[in-house]
């Protein structure tokens, strides 16, 4: 069984300052703590998962991050500066760039128009021709498997929106990319066609925040994994190092003995159907993504 380290491990070629730290984040809704004292490290070319039942407070951080909530406490550092994030466009204009999980895309507009939406090529006309050329470029660059960039999007399956919604926010040259949830709604080749897309992302040096539910994805693609669970962390993990087992332990405050905790919960009756023990509820509810094999 692998330990879970106290401080966030970082990517083994990483070395030098992370390009995003969060130290001691805290959010608070009015009486509600989403989070308390959250640490994070992201670097250049790594992958960090975030992982964590529902109501962990994944969400809440990615909006931290995306400028959408300010938080209640606590420092974000950027390229070794202390920063704040209060709105998205201070986030952009930082580099880091947030895909949400609905992807905001607009169904009867091209890929091209969709990329560009808000962010136009030319000043009074707007330079098709420059647009649709730096749309292929971008599309090649991630190894995109789109057929034509003049396609409306509501004709594309959920990878290549998944693809879309990702080189849009490479147009402003992130640092940082966050993927809520960027396989969730997918199927198994568009899931690969979305993982290679992140190996992508990482050779171009990007650092990486994917929020998952998926150990699969998680073990494929993630170089470290911070666990969430009530708000607060709950163990950072070299993927290398861990199982799917003790990430799971982890997510669910199993953390003592994963082992004998599946075996437990295997032997014992079903439990109460009155949801009083978020505990013994928490695996049962996700058996498709959580128990997925590895490969
Ligand atoms: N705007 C808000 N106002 C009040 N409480 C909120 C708000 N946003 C989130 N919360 C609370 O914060 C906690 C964390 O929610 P969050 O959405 O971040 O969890 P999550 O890990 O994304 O869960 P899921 O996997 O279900 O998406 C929950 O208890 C939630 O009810
Ligand atoms: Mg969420």
């Known amino acids: 069984m692998s330990i879970a380290t106290e401080a966030p491990p970082r990517a083994a070629d990483s070395g030098s300052t992370p390009v995003l730290s969060l130290r001691g984040i805290s959010k608070t809704f009015g009486a509600v703590s989403a989070l308390t004292d959250i640490d994070l490290d992201v670097g250049a070319g790594e992958v960090v998962a975030v992982v964590g039942d529902n109501g962990a407070g994944k969400s809440t951080l990615v909006k931290v991050l995306a400028g959408v909530h300010r938080q209640s406490s606590g420092t974000i550092t950027f390229e070794g500066k202390p920063v704040s994030v209060p709105t998205p466009r201070e986030a952009h204009e ?74 849009r926010s490479l147009l402003g040259e992130p640092k940082i990319i966050v993927l809520d949830e960027p396989t969730a709604a997918l199927g198994v080749a568009q899931t690969a066609e979305v993982l290679n897309l992140i190996e992508r992302l990482r050779e171009r040096r990007l650092g990486v925040v994917m929020i998952s539910h998926n150990m699969a994805d998680v073990k494929a693609v993630a170089d470290t994994v911070a666990v969430l669970r009530l708000g ?40 109460p159907d009155d949801g009083s023990t978020a505990t013994s509820t928490a695996v049962p509810q996700k058996p498709a993504s959580l128990s997925q094999e590895l490969s």
């Open 94 to 167: 930082l580099g880091i760039a947030t895909v949400f999980q609905d992807l905001a895309l607009c169904e009867n507009l091209n890929v091209i128009e969709n990329l560009f939406l808000g962010q136009e090529i030319g000043s009074l006309r707007l330079d098709s021709v420059q647009m649709e050329t730096r749309s292929w470029e971008l599309l090649r660059q991630l190894a995109a498997k789109i057929p034509t960039v003049r396609m409306p999007v509501a004709s594309l399956s959920g990878g290549q929106r998944q693809t879309v919604a990702i080189a």
């Open 232 to 271: 607060r962390n709950n163990g950072f993990f070299r993927v290398a190092d861990v199982s799917s087992e003790d990430i799971i332990a982890a997510i669910t405050g199993a953390t003592d003995n994963a082992v004998s905790q599946r075996a437990a919960a295997r032997a014992a009756p079903p439990p």
